[in-house]
């Protein structure tokens, strides 16, 4: 029955979206797995691909361990509804992740979470700090973006966009972590690499003693070795670590490709 079903859904669309939402209910699934979950707020969603500019967001209220491909939800840049009718998402959703679709096309995935240790760095004055190997390697590719209330104003788009500029994680303060990425696994390890520094940071600073200092030439060193990672044609980002992840995922509970 269950094989049944995702022939039926699949036959809908294009080979090229079934394969994005095979991906995006992996993401979600992982999502719940690693805890990084917020019951049914904070959103993952990913560009569909042709013309239409339309992109998959989960479904109101549902928890990150039901998405699965035929249930993600349809939207357009305006925040309409296309598939199914009748389905609602989170207004902020569409704000937040309409705000990277709408100006770089490029970047097929927006991950959005609001986890312990990312809130706990959002909320810090200096944000991430450069002093363990974790944040070091992912310094170059962080921006901010100052809290301005509940993401439901189309206006803050544009600063957004603008605070994220070309990097891949945006760090919004006082709110929660943001990646993106041109597939959905590039988002998903920006964000591993994200949450796992700020979880670093806060277990360093819980401890109550001194750190140990960095030499500046070290700090830009490694600074300089994430950057060159970063930018890898040969293997970029997530190209790697996506195909592990959805065999984890896999393993796990298979109905995500329903």
């Not at 109101?60 to 699965?68: H, N, R, S």
């Not at 925040?79 to 569409?94: H, L, N, Q």
């Not at 990425?181 to 277990?203: D, H, I, K, P, S």
């Amino acid at each position: 029955m269950a094989v049944a079903l995702v022939s039926r859904a699949s036959d809908r669309m294009t080979e090229a979206e079934w394969q994005v939402r095979v991906d995006l209910a992996a993401c979600y699934r992982l999502v719940h797995h690693f805890g990084w979950s917020d019951l049914t707020a904070t959103h993952i969603s990913a560009r569909v691909p042709g013309p239409d500019h339309h992109f998959l967001l989960n479904p109101y209220g549902a928890l990150f361990d039901e998405i699965t491909a035929s249930s993600l939800v349809k939207v357009d840049l305006e925040g309409r509804v296309i598939d199914p009718p009748g389905a609602e998402v989170i207004p902020a959703g569409f704000v937040i992740h309409s705000a990277v679709h709408m100006a770089v096309p490029e970047l097929s995935c927006v991950l959005h979470t609001h986890t312990a240790a990312g809130v706990g760095v959002a909320t810090q004055r200096d944000g991430l700090l450069p002093n363990t190997q974790h944040s070091l390697l992912i310094y170059d590719a962080v921006a901010y973006h100052d809290f301005e209330g509940a993401a439901t104003e189309l206006e803050e788009r544009e600063r957004i966009v603008a605070d994220l500029g070309d990097k891949r994680v945006l760090i919004l303060r006082n709110h929660g972590l943001l990646t993106v990425g041109a597939t959905v696994g590039e988002a998903f390890v920006w964000m591993y690499r994200a949450e796992r520094a700020c979880r670093m940071q806060l277990a360093f600073q819980g401890a109550g003693v001194p750190g140990y200092p960095l030499p500046d030439a070290v700090v830009e060193k490694t600074i300089e070795q994430g950057r060159k990672v970063a930018t890898s044609n040969r293997h970029p980002v997530g190209s790697r670590e996506w195909p592990a992840m959805l065999r984890l995922v896999e393993r796990i509970d298979p109905s995500y490709k329903n």
